[in-house]
């Protein structure tokens, strides 16, 4: 809790019996937990379980049908530079109109009204945020000749440029190849250390994060939980969140992956 | 009004027809109405909207028939069905695959209501020309004021939302986690549009509007990837279409509508090659006969190597 107290003393989430409904469905209900600040936590469940619509919540873009949300302190999308977003499909439309730095540089200056050009400050900025992720050397190419382990790193500079106190990646791994996948993770692990975001990932595929995680916000039967990663990592509770069985096994190195029992 | 236009082929006295007030009118209102398109046009094309601007280019049609029938100028119910027309499409939301098929519906209706108007009247075929083909050179010096107006409007508009229409329209879901108004912007963004559509629409017609909004835009975005620079490019382009085009519908008595097009169509053709072949010489790796061994696949995903 240590980390916690650093910012302010405020959970990054906390949900106060919480539920989500959208297009007059009920996605999920009695959310009551609070997710410490500083962390790195996965959201997991299945297909459908009502993932996008927490972050969606979170960011502020839908309200919560009942009980109260706050992110860190303050009402969901009250502080709109204090989150970071990754979205799934990163500029899949507009990559080949626009260079990678002048994306980033909309981080921080895309919700400013009225026409300026960038201060010197604000490009620095942006130089130094790409020079933290390794894409100093692509900033100046189309987003659409980027390789999308590439795109990720530009995705990742465009969510940290504003400072944010909290990261949102939904699924930043998938449709990458390992090699991107690995170099990803290594980034986050290595964000995560030097600039101590709390870091909230949406992934299917768990397994090339799990040396990261240390919590995750489970959708498990229309109810989302927060625990400890060494409470979410049972073959029971994933069998039963998934609906399919899955073990978790262990290698003689110490390390765990998660593998679907048949 | 083309009548003293109508001899054949190279005309000796192009540019005292040049010199003439109609011609002035339409050397202005041209210009005027290419910057309000290349104003636009590179939002249209990031946006990937361009279907909205033809079909808002046919809603129009009607309000131009149906104000001939009223005794009203044809271009002021041109624009105000084309705003109409924009409020209901940028409402219908954001979702494309919808989108596409709700517009092109009201596209055809429109298109056969103004059709219908046009039938009702007994002398408003030539406003249903003007229409679909234009008629720069008909441009009268009220018109000239109003276009001068609307540009003004756009350009002050456009200046004003500048960087959250940018970041709406480059990344949509990002910008709307960071708070920007996406679903407000796309309204706004459509009713902009329309109001360039009217006034391009005077120049080349519903029919030929594309080449002259959106064809320059393309060119622009070839060219650069810094969206400042592609909406002055793109600008430039229309510009120069429309200098040339009726310069030339001078010296060679050809419908200045045509020229301008094949302007347009010509320079984002050269562009479009030169930049292929360079793109190909350059990067294929290794490539024994470049060109030859990647095709017409988009080089910038089958070049760069994975990771």
């Not at chain 1, 996008?52 to 979170?58: G, K």
């Not at chain 2, 070839?222 to 519908?249: D, E, H, N, Q």
Request: hydrophobic share 55%.
């Amino acid at each position: 809790m240590s980390r916690s107290e650093a910012t302010d003393g405020a959970a990054a989430l906390s949900f106060a019996n919480v539920s989500a409904v959208r297009g007059g469905r009920l996605i999920w209900s009695e959310a009551s937990f609070e997710v410490p600040a500083g962390g790195i936590v996965a959201v997991i469940g299945a297909n459908g379980a009502g993932k996008t619509t927490l972050l969606h919540m979170i960011l502020g873009l839908l309200p919560a049908a009942s009980g109260e949300l706050r992110v860190f302190g303050r009402r969901p999308g009250e502080d709109n530079d204090g989150i970071g977003f990754v979205p799934q499909h990163y500029a899949a439309s507009a990559g080949e109109a626009i260079r990678a730095v002048d994306m980033v540089m909309l981080g921080l200056t895309g919700r400013r009204w009225a026409f300026g050009r960038a201060t010197p400050t604000q490009r620095r900025h942006v130089a130094e945020t790409l020079a933290a992720v390794d894409a100093g050397e692509f900033a100046n190419r189309r987003l659409a000749s980027l390789s999308g382990g590439q795109r990720q790193r530009i995705a990742i500079a465009e969510a940290l440029v504003s400072k944010p106190r909290m990261v949102i990646l939904d699924e930043p791994l998938a449709a990458l190849d390992l090699r991107s996948q690995r170099e990803v993770v290594t980034l986050l692990a290595r964000l995560h250390r030097e600039l101590a975001v709390t870091i909230l990932v949406v992934a299917h595929d768990m397994n090339p994060l799990l040396p990261l995680l240390d919590s995750a916000i489970y959708l498990l039967d229309g109810h989302p939980h927060y625990a400890t990663m060494t409470d979410v990592v049972d073959d029971a509770l994933l069998t039963h969140l998934y609906g399919t069985p899955i073990q978790v096994a262990h290698t003689p190195q110490g390390e765990m992956y998660m593998r679907s029992a048949l | 009004m083309t009548t003293h236009l109508m001899e054949l082929n190279y005309q000796q006295n192009w540019l005292a027809i040049l010199e003439a007030p109609f011609m002035r009118n339409a050397l202005i209102g041209g210009t005027v109405v290419a910057l309000a398109a290349g104003l636009v046009g590179y939002f249209i094309v990031v946006r990937r909207t361009a279907f909205a601007a033809h079909a808002l280019s046919h809603i129009g049609l009607p309000g131009a028939t149906g104000a001939v029938l009223l005794n009203l100028p044809p271009i002021l119910g041109f624009g105000v069905f084309s705003v109409g027309g924009a409020l209901v499409i940028g409402a219908l939301g954001t979702r494309v695959a919808d989108r596409d098929v709700s517009t092109g519906t009201i596209l055809a209706f429109a298109t056969g209501l103004g059709l219908f108007f046009n039938s009702l009247a007994t002398k408003s075929s030539s406003t249903m020309t003007n229409v679909l083909f234009g008629n720069l050179l008909a441009i009268s010096s009220d018109q000239l004021l109003t276009f001068a107006a609307l540009l003004l409007a756009l350009a002050l508009s456009v200046g004003a939302i500048y960087r959250p229409m940018l970041y709406t329209s480059v990344n949509a879901p990002v910008a709307e986690a960071k708070g920007v108004p996406v679903r407000v912007l796309s309204i706004v963004f459509m009713v902009l549009l329309a109001l360039a559509v009217t006034m391009a629409v005077q120049a080349v017609g519903s029919l030929l509007l594309f080449a002259l909004m959106i064809t320059p835009a393309a060119t622009a975005i070839l060219l650069t990837a810094r969206p400042a620079v592609a909406m002055a490019i793109s600008a430039a382009i229309s510009v120069f279409s429309v200098w040339f085009g009726l310069a030339a519908s001078a010296m060679f008595n050809v419908p200045p509508s045509f020229l301008i097009v094949t302007v347009a169509c010509v320079v984002w053709l050269a562009v479009w090659l030169v930049g292929r072949r360079g793109r190909h010489t350059v990067t294929v790796p290794g490539g024994a006969t470049d060109g030859v061994v990647a095709p017409a696949a988009p080089t910038a995903t089958t070049l760069t190597p994975a990771g």
